[in-house]
């Protein structure tokens, strides 16, 4: 399967098929022309033009003063690369890399970047090669673009850094043996152009979101079974309420839980109740608040990734190389501050749900087990998700509202949305732990309603669950059947 890069709109959901199902890429012949066409145009402008040309005939950042002299501009793009791969911390995965080598091309393929065609291809080999840089996840400001990990990104493609191929780490200069490709040979502006840009924050942000629909969508399901094995009531999702707040995450949320309530013995059984707890009682209201975020990101960063985000940018109908700042992260910065706090709730009120199925009310046992005391039954895994919830409220602290000058103040506001996606893609994890020990108890409390059943929807869940993790009749060792349980919700 191929999919062609064109001016066309690019979707996260293509991007989540191209990855998942392994798809080749090559460029339009649309795409090849404008490459090759605003080549063309810079190499001209270059030789007739006397003023400087930022990061093509100068130096960077605060060195954007010092004149290039033309034996030295490929020097110039190549000493860049190398300078700024200063890249620490954990590597970014690979899943994450590879969005993020599909992102740079499409940005360079709509043909206001310079850069040359053979450039742009060996990227398209490195992505159907299934080759991963190896790219870090600390070092980047958002600012000017995410300087840092594109250039660990990049760097393989001149011979340098690390890369993981079949499964192997190995030197840049070793996978170019192996393929028998010679190193890129950077012209002048190519090296700014492929570390300008957002595509590590982007990247971060694609994968986020396609898990963040992912775990909504299970965290509605779960909080179901929680309510029909908590003895709940289905008063507070009736349809005329959330019509009176016609917020749409909040509608969508009610109208989803009836629909998997449908058939539901346990729900029409007399309620000694007259009300449940928020976390149950208002599952529409903070869920749909999750959705609507959801959505309102989604928008942002749909956005981002079909723009031209690095500088200078090469316009040749106004006959200019603009230094401007498409490359700041600002417009997707808060954004993924706001989705890390949206996905921290949504594990915030699955705790407590978790909280309310242990507690030894409404006629289920405590800590979920029959002969409790000599058992502790499900006690410490209300403890397991209160600490990754803690953890995920500390990582909900917005990293948008930071800045620190740097580039000796010439770069005095940065955006630190690197920072945001990264915490963001530890708060993704920590919800979806949490999400899996909601069902590990849910599904156990179910237990204790029977003969009682469910609606099909959720017997349904809960059959393919009781395939990998049992009823448990007294204390188990417990982490694999939470590891289990995470697995089963992937």
């Given at each position: 399967m191929i999919h062609q890069i064109n001016a066309e709109h690019l979707t996260i959901e293509r991007i989540d098929e191209i990855i998942r199902k392994g798809y080749k890429i090559e460029l339009s012949e649309d795409?090849?022309?404008?490459?090759?066409?605003?080549?063309?145009?810079?190499?001209?402008?270059i030789e007739r033009e006397c003023e400087p040309i930022y990061g093509v005939t100068t130096g960077f950042g605060s060195l954007c003063k010092v004149s290039i002299g033309a034996d030295q501009l490929s020097e110039l793009q190549v000493n860049l690369i190398m300078s700024h791969a200063c890249g620490v911390g954990e590597r970014v995965p690979n899943d994450i890399v590879k969005i993020m080598i599909?992102?740079?091309?499409?940005?360079?393929?709509?043909g206001y970047s310079g850069c040359k065609l053979d450039t742009v291809e060996r990227m398209i080999d490195f992505f159907n090669n299934d080759v991963y840089p190896i790219v870090y996840m600390?070092?980047?400001?958002?600012?000017?673009?995410?300087?840092?990990?594109?250039?660990?990104?990049?760097?393989?493609?001149?011979?340098?850094?690390?890369?993981e191929f079949q499964g192997?780490?190995?030197?840049?200069?070793?996978?170019?043996?192996?393929?028998?490709?010679?190193?890129?040979?950077?012209?002048?502006?190519?090296?700014?152009?492929?570390?300008?840009?957002?595509q590590n924050m982007a990247s971060f942000a694609v994968w986020a979101l396609i898990n963040a629909k992912r775990l909504s969508t299970w965290a509605d399901k779960i909080a179901t079974m929680s309510l029909e094995a908590f003895d709940g009531r289905i008063d507070p999702f009736t349809h005329t309420v959330h019509m009176l707040r016609p917020h749409k995450g909040q509608i969508e949320t009610a109208d989803y839980i009836r629909q998997l309530l449908e058939g539901s013995e346990l729900i029409k059984q007399p309620k000694v109740n007259v009300q449940d707890p928020y976390s149950?009682?208002?599952?529409?209201?903070?869920?749909?608040?999750?959705?609507?975020?959801?959505?309102?990101?989604?928008?942002?960063?749909?956005?981002?990734?079909?723009?031209?985000?690095?500088?200078?940018i090469v316009c040749e109908n106004e006959d200019a190389v603009i230094s401007a700042g498409n490359f700041h992260g600002e417009p997707i910065a808060m954004p993924l501050d706001f989705l890390s706090i949206a996905l921290s709730e949504l594990a915030n009120i699955s705790e407590r749900r978790i909280y309310r199925l242990v507690s030894g009310t409404r006629g289920l046992p405590s800590f979920l087990v029959a002969n409790p005391g000599v058992n502790s039954g499900f006690m410490i895994t209300q403890y397991t998700a209160a600490a990754v919830v803690s953890q995920s409220k500390t990582l909900g602290m917005p990293a948008s509202?930071?800045?620190?000058?740097s580039s000796q103040d010439q770069e005095d506001h940065v955006s630190m949305g690197a920072n945001a996606a990264t915490k963001l893609y530890k708060v993704v994890y920590n919800t979806e732990k949490v999400l899996a020990i909601e069902l590990f108890n849910a599904a156990q409390a179910l237990d204790f309603r029977r003969p009682l059943k469910s609606s099909p929807a959720i017997e349904a869940i809960y059959e393919a669950y009781r395939k990998i993790v049992p009823f448990l009749k007294e204390d188990q060792v417990m982490y694999t059947h939470i590891a289990h349980s995470i697995e089963f919700l992937r």
């Open positions: 795409a090849r022309k404008r490459i090759v066409r605003c080549r063309k145009y810079l190499d001209e402008k599909l992102l740079k091309i499409q940005n360079m393929s709509y600390q070092g980047s400001l958002g600012a000017s673009g995410d300087l840092v990990p594109l250039a660990h990104l990049c760097l393989p493609m001149l011979g340098m850094g690390e890369v192997q780490r190995m030197t840049g200069a070793e996978l170019l043996k192996k393929m028998n490709w010679s190193p890129i040979k950077l012209a002048s502006k190519e090296g700014l152009a492929l570390l300008n840009g957002t149950f009682r208002c599952i529409p209201q903070v869920h749909g608040a999750v959705k609507d975020t959801i959505n309102y990101v989604y928008s942002v960063i749909d956005r981002e990734i079909n723009s031209v985000t690095d500088n200078p509202v930071d800045s620190i000058p």
